[in-house]
């Protein structure tokens, strides 16, 4: 209350008339000017730069959940989640936030859908989801192709390109296969696009022993562990700024996806671990 006193006397009204209208002492205004801070605003005004230092490390994408996360596993802080939240809302720090922007897939060559929306595995390399997505630039659009292990969610293969053509989607698995070495039987799961039932693609994926697998058309829920993906990585760069050139969002793509989300990124589903050090947990050893 004191500090509403602080405010109207700072705007130019005597402390008095303050003092009055808001019901409190005027000897106590001024007492508390000379008292020294409590023990709780000095360890708030210390949580709050340790928020502050959270958030622009995240480039402002963090909210509460995920800043609360990196304070007490990444810098072994023992706080509460409500003092994080609290301390957020009074000092305007807020995460990025946004609808998901579902894609619908258009039918082409089909596989059986192997996954049925059940995307929970026990172990890496079981099962991996692929998808693309576009962004303009001034120059053009950039088309990424991404493969992800729900395991860990970790990004294990990807290709950019400015046309979607089935040697993005091939090359995005290429790598992953190349770094991963699947097991027989592992299962690639996608759309229905064309780039997914192109023979290059599904020749790659069969002759390391992946099993390809498509979810039905126009149903964003049949592949949501990726359209999720998009949906972020859509909030949290693509979105947030106008493009140049192809090559600008190029090399943006490529640190959002092997710094930022492999290497820092705290993901909700893996206990609030970042892919690489789930995997590390796990004892997974990768390329």
């Known amino acids: 209350m004191y500090e509403a006193v602080a405010v109207i006397a700072g705007e130019g009204l005597p402390v008095q008339m303050a ?13 508390a000017l000379t008292r020294a801070p409590s023990a709780r605003s000095v ?9 502050r230092e ?14 609360h ?16 939240e609290m301390l957020m809302a009074r000092n305007d720090i807020r995460g990025v936030t ?5 894609k619908r897939p258009r039918p082409d060559l089909i596989a059986k859908d192997l996954v049925d929306r059940d995307f929970a595995r026990h172990g890496p390399n079981q099962l991996w989801v692929t998808d693309i997505t576009e962004h303009p ?10 493969v992800l292990d729900v395991y860990s969610r970790r990004v294990v293969g990807w290709s950019i390109d400015a046309s979607p053509t089935a040697a993005l989607v091939t090359n995005a698995l290429g790598m992953a296969i190349d770094s991963r070495t699947p097991p027989a039987g592992a299962v690639i799961h996608s759309d229905r696009g064309t780039q997914f039932g192109s023979w290059a693609f599904t020749d790659r994926a069969r002759a390391s022993g992946l099993v390809p697998s498509m979810g039905s058309i126009a149903d964003c829920f049949d ?22 050139t192809r090559v600008e969002l190029a090399n943006a793509i490529f640190e ?16 609030w671990l970042s892919p690489l050090e789930f995997e590390t947990q796990n004892k997974i050893v990768v390329a």
């Open 19 to 31: 003092t009055r209208v808001l019901g409190v002492a005027e000897s106590g205004y001024y007492e």
């Open 43 to 51: 360890r708030h005004a210390w949580l709050l730069d340790q928020i």
């Open 54 to 67: 959270v958030h622009v490390a995240s480039n402002g994408t963090y909210g509460a959940r995920r800043v």
């Open 69 to 84: 996360a990196e304070l007490t596993l990444g810098r072994g802080i023992a706080v509460g989640h409500n003092a994080v």
């Open 98 to 102: 946004g609808r998901p922007r579902w």
């Open 137 to 146: 630039t001034r120059e053009g659009k950039v088309y990424c192709a991404v």
């Open 223 to 244: 592949n949501a562990v990726i359209e999720s993906f998009w949906s972020r990585m859509q909030v949290e760069l693509l979105d947030r700024r106008r493009w140049k």
């Open 256 to 271: 959002y996806l092997e710094i930022w989300h492999n290497r820092r990124r705290r993901h909700s589903a893996l206990g």
